[in-house]
């Protein structure tokens, strides 16, 4: 599998994050795959999920909030 460098992506927090800092979660968009990481720990490998299944993932959290 090749290495995808992840150097200059832009990071956002997820709009789910708590907000006083705690439990920050952030994504990089616009790549062929989604990377995920936790913001607290930005040295960790982020996780990686192909971007069907992070919409699927995105999508279910939104329907289990309404």
Do not use: H
């Not at 200059?8 to 995920?36: F, H, T």
């Amino acid at each position: 599998m090749r290495a995808i460098d992840l150097s200059g992506v832009r990071w956002r927090k997820s709009s789910y994050s708590n907000p006083d800092g705690g439990e920050c979660v952030e994504v990089a968009e616009n790549l062929p795959l989604v990377p995920v990481r936790d913001s607290k720990d930005t040295t960790r490998t982020p996780l990686l999920f192909g971007a069907p299944a992070w919409a699927a993932f995105v999508g279910g959290v939104k329907r289990a909030e309404s």
